[in-house]
């Protein structure tokens, strides 16, 4: 294949004609695929529900004597407490459990900090005359959703191989009114990117000016590798402690992607001073979450070893996926050298940066061709990408044969968007 830069107008010509057609074809099939988010597949869920029957009796419902069918133990099971510290690299005690989905406990810290304040906080910060928060992108939509609900101002970060420009970041937090900073550290949506060593350690010795600056970690993909073995992971929080900023770090995870994605739990991580100041508020909100559901995890995930074995398993269903995106990619799309993506080896997307000015006209394309994908924009802040190029690409909930028609339909249409731009149409 001859790239689009080197091809004469008569040549560009004929490629969008042949694409034109190819994309017909694709309309003619009546496709209805969903590629909008990183949803678990069929095969994936059904190879956990084993976990629907670990508590089978009344005596199974005990950890040690407390009985997880009652009230109490508000910031979670012992054992949950305990799981989540082995698979993160913590303390028990610095762990508070919560239910299904980290988002909603990330949502209730921001929520908290506007209505009362963090523990060092001067002021709610519905009481400050501007809040803003710093975000990574690309990154998670949800992140930035939730900064846009609460009115803060979102200034964009740039992401570097190795994670947020941290220059950029050491500069910005000068600004007493910069509050927080949201980030996935590893395997970051969408890039995949595992943030540096030298990059972690500038995070924990960042000197914000706001005194109660919060550092969002979002470690959802902490043990989420596809190819490979399990890459360790700094624990953020001592380092944190160490460099004098304990209290600075709130980081969640959960079992979204390990069990179930819409009945798993979560946590959050934090100084034993943090976790003791928001189990006095949630103690407002809630008895506790349930508990039913932190035991019948623990139970059958056991520990760190036994889930990274399990892992092992949804990677044997995630690898060939990941594999047939990339492959059709190198194929159709590298010779062509209108865009560059990323190659990960572990989280949930692939991050596409197509021929600028072209993202949303090629998603449009797929969307008639019936095939839905993650929103133009969606990776930046306010929905904006500055450069209309960058598209997350989601594998993992379509079977194979499903993907592949579906990635047929997005090389299409990213050839043709970009032909388009070149030839003025």
């Given at each position: 294949?001859t790239p689009?830069?080197c091809?004469?107008?008569?040549e560009?010509?004929?490629a969008?004609?042949?694409?034109k057609?190819?994309?017909?074809?694709?309309?003619?099939k009546?496709?209805k695929?969903?590629?909008?988010?990183?949803?678990p597949?069929?095969?994936q869920l059904d190879?956990?529900s084993?976990?629907l029957?670990?508590?089978s009796?009344?005596e199974?419902?005990?950890?040690?004597?407390?009985d997880?069918?009652?009230?109490g133990?508000?910031?979670?099971?012992?054992?949950?407490?305990?799981?989540?510290a082995?698979?993160l690299?913590c303390k028990a005690?610095?762990?508070f459990?919560g239910?299904?989905?980290s988002?909603n406990m990330?949502?209730d810290?921001v929520?908290?900090?506007?209505?009362?304040g963090?523990?060092?906080?001067p002021?709610p910060w519905c009481?400050?005359e501007k809040?803003?928060?710093?975000?990574?992108a690309p990154?998670?939509?949800?992140?930035?959703?939730?900064g846009?609900?609460?009115g803060?101002?979102?200034?964009?970060?740039?992401?570097?191989p190795t994670?947020?420009?941290?220059?950029m970041?050491?500069?910005l937090?000068k600004?007493?009114q910069v509050?927080?900073?949201?980030?996935?550290?590893?395997?970051?949506n969408p890039?995949?990117?595992?943030?540096?060593?030298e990059?972690?350690?500038?995070?924990?010795?960042l000197k914000?000016a706001?005194?109660?600056?919060?550092?969002i970690w979002?470690?959802a993909?902490s043990?989420h590798e596809f190819?490979?073995?399990?890459?360790?992971?700094?624990d953020i929080?001592?380092?944190?402690?160490?460099a004098?900023?304990?209290d600075?770090v709130f980081?969640f995870?959960?079992t979204s992607k390990i069990t179930?994605?819409?009945?798993g739990i979560?946590?959050m991580?934090a100084s034993t001073?943090?976790?003791d100041?928001f189990?006095?508020?949630f103690g407002?909100?809630?008895?506790s979450?349930?508990?039913v559901?932190?035991?019948?995890?623990?139970?059958?995930?056991k520990?760190?070893a036994h889930t990274?074995e399990i892992?092992?398993?949804?990677?044997?269903l995630?690898?060939?996926k990941?594999?047939?995106?990339?492959d059709?990619l190198d194929e159709?799309?590298a010779?062509?050298?209108?865009?560059n993506?990323?190659?990960?080896?572990?989280g949930?997307f692939?991050?596409?940066n197509?021929?600028?000015?072209?993202?949303?006209?090629?998603l449009?394309?797929?969307?008639?061709?019936?095939?839905?994908?993650t929103?133009?924009?969606?990776?930046f802040?306010?929905g904006?990408?500055?450069?209309?190029?960058?598209?997350?690409?989601?594998?993992?909930?379509?079977?194979?044969?499903?993907l592949?028609q579906?990635?047929?339909v997005?090389?299409t249409c990213?050839?043709?968007a970009?032909?388009?731009k070149?030839?003025?149409?």
């Amino acid at each position: 294949m001859t790239p689009y830069s080197c091809m004469t107008t008569e040549e560009l010509n004929t490629a969008y004609n042949q694409t034109k057609a190819d994309f017909d074809t694709c309309i003619a099939k009546g496709l209805k695929l969903n590629m909008a988010r990183g949803k678990p597949s069929k095969k994936q869920l059904d190879m956990v529900s084993d976990l629907l029957t670990v508590l089978s009796k009344p005596e199974d419902c005990f950890d040690g004597d407390i009985d997880a069918r009652n009230y109490g133990e508000l910031a979670g099971l012992p054992c949950a407490r305990e799981y989540w510290a082995d698979v993160l690299g913590c303390k028990a005690e610095q762990v508070f459990v919560g239910g299904a989905a980290s988002l909603n406990m990330m949502f209730d810290v921001v929520s908290r900090a506007f209505t009362h304040g963090l523990l060092h906080s001067p002021r709610p910060w519905c009481k400050e005359e501007k809040v803003k928060f710093l975000c990574p992108a690309p990154g998670y939509d949800r992140h930035f959703a939730i900064g846009e609900f609460f009115g803060a101002e979102l200034i964009t970060v740039p992401m570097t191989p190795t994670g947020p420009d941290m220059d950029m970041v050491e500069e910005l937090v000068k600004d007493p009114q910069v509050k927080m900073l949201w980030c996935v550290p590893k395997y970051s949506n969408p890039d995949g990117i595992i943030f540096s060593d030298e990059t972690i350690q500038r995070f924990a010795n960042l000197k914000p000016a706001a005194p109660d600056f919060a550092l969002i970690w979002d470690n959802a993909y902490s043990i989420h590798e596809f190819f490979g073995d399990y890459v360790p992971f700094p624990d953020i929080l001592e380092l944190c402690e160490k460099a004098g900023n304990p209290d600075m770090v709130f980081e969640f995870a959960s079992t979204s992607k390990i069990t179930f994605a819409g009945g798993g739990i979560s946590c959050m991580a934090a100084s034993t001073a943090n976790i003791d100041y928001f189990t006095g508020i949630f103690g407002v909100q809630m008895i506790s979450y349930d508990k039913v559901n932190q035991l019948r995890h623990v139970r059958f995930l056991k520990n760190k070893a036994h889930t990274l074995e399990i892992m092992k398993g949804h990677a044997s269903l995630m690898a060939p996926k990941f594999r047939l995106v990339l492959d059709m990619l190198d194929e159709e799309i590298a010779p062509l050298g209108f865009a560059n993506w990323n190659k990960p080896s572990g989280g949930y997307f692939i991050s596409l940066n197509t021929m600028n000015g072209t993202a949303k006209r090629a998603l449009e394309l797929c969307k008639q061709a019936g095939v839905i994908m993650t929103k133009a924009g969606a990776t930046f802040p306010y929905g904006i990408d500055p450069n209309d190029s960058n598209i997350r690409i989601a594998p993992s909930l379509p079977p194979l044969d499903e993907l592949k028609q579906a990635m047929e339909v997005f090389c299409t249409c990213i050839k043709l968007a970009a032909l388009e731009k070149l030839l003025n149409k």
